[in-house]
């Protein structure tokens, strides 16, 4: 026993030995505002309306230096905010152009919806330096395209928003402020991102055409 | 005594904890040190150019800060323009035994920390080693810190490689399906400014070259009259010269100029 008495001591400081090493790679702690909100929010309804956007899938876009690649949605997250509004968070990757470009949206559908309507909420989309976002249709700075083609085929209620950039020099990734840019992304709700066009006169656009 | 004894073994714990955490008393790690003098001579370009070997080229933005409110230590970040080359890499001599710490995805939570790291090191996968030079493009870029992400089994990262030249910033980057963009001059991004620039003026160009050619093979010839104002075309023809035109501007823009063939010339 009085070995033990001895050991417990040593065991703990060896147990705290070990945690005040390596600090690790973490993924951001889920919120648990989930729990503290309805649980039978449907999550499904407005994932069906976010561009069609489900994780693993892949959509063909042409980029205007000749380049073929395809965007695929790598991850989606949902999280609730403290007010218990729905946040959804759509991550899509090329490996080559190397893109990362972010979907989000607190809105419970991605643009001209009737639901849309009723909010005052936005789908904000980033590509490197430039975020673009998408009002509400009632409150927007936006404009609507009633029919527009690209790469032969035809898309109907395609929303334009102008883009703005991060203000320059950018320094660090806590930098928010931002200013006016000519970028333009061109938007649909049933198929997110039709084409995004660049200051420095680059584009890329979604090429369902050549399927 | 039993007292004493926990004291004591606490007191080991936190003199363990805290080894070396004056990093002041103990001095820099050398690896550390080698990319901390890069602030001698280190590049004053914030704006910075990477191309891959076809036509594909990016504007970058980069800043790097030697001076962590008074310690010594690197706190660098570089992110593009338009594609998701997004890098941020801080050297933190005095974050325990000393950090390298580096985050290249856009989750900014998902970061890579080689702790204690003497070059070359090893951390789950990810590498760090310092060579003495790197070709990229045309140009020799001396003393860079190269980062592997390619045998980690969970690469948080869009990219496999990427290349810092301790004077030079971001010098190159290798995608994860091995495409390499290397650090160009600002002559190389107006080369290709311009060349878009051509481009447009090319597809205006036939767009109303065509347009032209509607008009006049469609305009009555008056053989009598000297006064060409006189000569009426009929809407429709000006109205289909005009859609012709859009048609084939459209077609351009929508990246895809074989889509001309849908114009109904």
Known sequence: MKRLNILAPLCIS?????????????DSSSNNYSEQCRSDIDFQAYQKDFGGYKKGKSIPYKHSDGYLFSLTVTSITKEMDPGCQ?????????????????????APTFYFSNLDKQTRDAVNVNVGQYTFVLPNPQNRDSTQVSTME?????????????????????????QTETEESDAKLYYQTKKGILKI??????????NEGDK | MKKAFFLALTGFFFWA??????????????DMQVILDGEKGFSTDSVIYLADSVKYIDML????????????????????????IDIQMQVLPEYGNGAIIINCSQNYEKKVIFEEPKLPAEKNGFSLKMLDSVKAGDSVFYDVLKFDASEAKENPCNLSE????????????????????????????????????????????????????IIKANTPVENDSSDDSSIEIPQEILDLADSVSNCIKNAYSSGSLSAIKNCKI
Request: hydrophobic share 35%.
């Open chain 1, 197 to 206: 066009e660049m200051e420095d006169g680059s584009y890329f656009a979604i």
């Open chain 2, 61 to 84: 933005t980069q800043y790097a800060d030697f001076d962590l409110s008074g310690h010594p230590g690197l706190d660098y970040t570089v992110k593009a323009m338009t594609s998701g």
């Open chain 2, 162 to 213: 990427f290349y810092y030249g301790i004077h030079d910033g971001l010098v190159k980057v290798v995608s994860k399906n091995q495409i390499e963009m290397n650090r160009v001059s600002d002559k190389a991004y107006d080369d290709a400014m311009d060349r878009r620039e051509k481009e447009r003026a090319i597809a205006d160009s036939i767009a109303q070259a065509v347009a032209d050619s």
């Open chain 2, 17 to 30: 904890c805290s080894n070396g955490g004056d990093s002041s008393e103990r001095g820099i790690p050398h």
């Open chain 1, 86 to 106: 729905k946040h959804m968070n759509t991550l899509l990757e090329s490996p080559y152009p190397i893109y990362s470009i972010t979907v989000s949206a607190l």
């Open chain 1, 150 to 174: 690209i790469n032969g085929v035809k898309y109907k209620d395609v929303a334009v928003s102008k883009g703005r950039k991060f203000k320059q020099p950018y320094t660090s990734i806590s």
């Open chain 1, 14 to 26: 060896l147990a705290l030995l070990s945690a005040c090493g390596d600090i690790e790679i973490a």
